[in-house]
């Protein structure tokens, strides 16, 4: 009788073969440069703004961490996802093509539809902020001066694509990016209009973060003739925290 031995050779994949395995990344260097663009810490403003969150608060609409968070997503869904998130898609589009004529009817769109002067208003502000952050770092950049020349103002997210597309993010990357931004404001004004603890504070952002990579994927799936601006309850509020007597945020 024969007896045939086998032998099992166990082989270790190579650093190409890894690297085959692994989806594609962003560069450090932009990646780092996406997380500051995330950041509260970026010097636009944007933690003076509660997007009527304290006028519903004032309302006895919000009032603790779960009315907080149904009001926050419900904002998410309802109104960012729908406006705000699929104008930063588009708009990355447009200056990766450098279609200024495109970038400049899109911002137009942004101005026009906010629903309230307030909101107006913190689009513009937040957007020259960063258009200025941006000139300050490139000023010899054609793209840069076509952003700090929209009429009649630069629009945040329209001025945000192009910052992150200098930076090489994909256009789902950037969503999320200013999505996570726009989360870590919220959750900061519903810390102090509310109040919250820390720790409350960080368990709303938990949820938001679950609820932020649909919202994108709702957003980049939009069709362009189905963006729009309409969220009657916070235009309501928004205009009413316009002239609300006491207030911790920007009007």
């Not at 919000?62 to 705000?84: E, F, G, K, N, P």
């Not at 930063?88 to 002067?117: G, I, K, P, Y």
């Not at 000023?139 to 700090?148: E, G, K, L, M, T």
């Not at 109040?195 to 994927?217: E, M």
Request: aromatic fraction near 6%.
């Amino acid at each position: 009788m024969t007896t045939t031995t086998h032998t099992t050779v166990t082989t270790t994949p190579t650093s190409t073969e890894v690297n085959a395995s692994v989806s594609p990344r962003l560069a450090p260097a932009a990646l780092l440069e996406l997380m500051r663009l995330a950041s509260p810490a970026l010097p636009v403003g944007g933690f003076s703004y509660s997007e009527a969150l304290e006028a519903a608060v004032d309302s006895g609409r919000v009032s603790d961490a779960d009315t907080a968070r149904q009001w926050l997503i419900d904002q998410l869904h309802l109104s960012l996802s729908r406006c705000d998130l699929p104008l930063l898609v588009q708009a990355h589009d447009a200056w990766s093509r450098n279609d200024v004529a495109r970038v400049q009817a899109l911002n137009t769109w942004a101005t026009t539809t906010r629903e309230t002067r307030e909101l107006q208003l913190q689009a513009q502000q937040m957007g020259r902020s960063l258009s200025e952050w941006l000139r300050q770092r490139a000023p010899d950049d054609a793209q840069v001066a076509a952003a700090v020349g929209l009429a009649p103002a630069p629009s945040w997210p329209v001025v945000f694509a192009l910052a992150a597309m200098r930076c090489g993010a994909p256009v789902h990357d950037s969503a999320l990016a200013f999505a996570l931004g726009w989360a870590e404001n919220a959750v900061q004004a519903a810390i102090k209009a509310i109040p919250l603890g820390q720790n409350a504070g960080q368990r709303l952002l938990d949820a938001l973060a679950a609820a932020l990579p649909p919202a994108v994927d709702a957003a980049l799936a939009l069709p362009d003739d189905r963006r729009q601006a309409f969220a009657p309850m916070l235009a309501i509020l928004s205009a009413q925290h316009e002239t609300q007597y006491s207030r911790l945020f920007r009007s």
